[in-house]
């Protein structure tokens, strides 16, 4: 499967701008075929910079705590593969849900959106993650914790159209996702 050109990219992301303006229309910018399904996660693909960003700022934190530490490659291999299950775990999470609570219908809708969202949003919060800790010292904590807050005031904003405006659904499925990718990081972290 091709990754999506620049272009698409770019409408995507035009797409989930509007969609954060509350503007349904922003759903006609993606593409919620089947194999604009598939192709949405290629926004994890692009999101590896920002990735790379936040596991090599836990490493240092790490090395911190614990000078005596040795973390290597396996600690971002680890980083890598908990992510990945966090992602995977929740999607399939809400996969379950979906036909019981009704919202098989808009599952396709709700992923293309997520995924595309992923992509600003990982970068904004690298910045940030940067920004805490490298300058802000303890005033970068409430840097981070500011930009967390925006980042799921956001998500909610873009499930709740891709849910057709339902914000009780979108909040409940932000915050089933939220524990499902917080419990594999306890887990596997």
């Known amino acids: 499967m091709t990754p999506p050109s620049a272009n698409e990219v770019a409408a995507y992301l035009t797409g989930i701008v509007r969609m954060v303006r509350d503007e349904p229309e922003g ?5 919620l075929s089947a194999s604009g399904f598939w192709r949405s996660f290629w926004a994890f693909a692009y999101c590896l910079p920002a990735f790379l960003v936040f596991w090599t700022t ?7 705590d ?21 992602i ?5 999470a ?12 808009r599952f396709v809708q709700w992923v293309v959106a997520g995924n595309w969202l992923a992509l600003p949003l990982a970068y904004l919060m690298a910045v940030v993650q940067l920004l805490s800790f490298g300058l802000f010292g303890q005033g970068g904590s409430i840097l981070l914790l ?44």
């Open 58 to 64: 836990d490493h240092f934190a790490r090395l911190v």
């Open 27 to 31: 759903l006609h910018y993606l593409d």
């Open 66 to 86: 614990d000078p005596e530490a040795k973390i290597g490659l396996t600690f971002f291999v680890r980083s890598a593969v908990t992510d990945a299950a966090g």
């Open 88 to 92: 995977v775990l929740a999607l399939l």
């Open 94 to 105: 809400v996969a379950l849900i979906a036909r019981p609570m009704g919202i098989s219908d």
């Open 146 to 189: 500011a930009a967390v807050i925006a980042a799921l005031i956001i998500s909610w904003r873009v499930a709740r159209v891709a849910l057709g405006g339902d914000g009780l659904l979108a909040f409940g499925l932000l915050v089933l996702t939220e524990l499902v990718f917080i419990l594999t990081s306890v887990l596997l972290g």
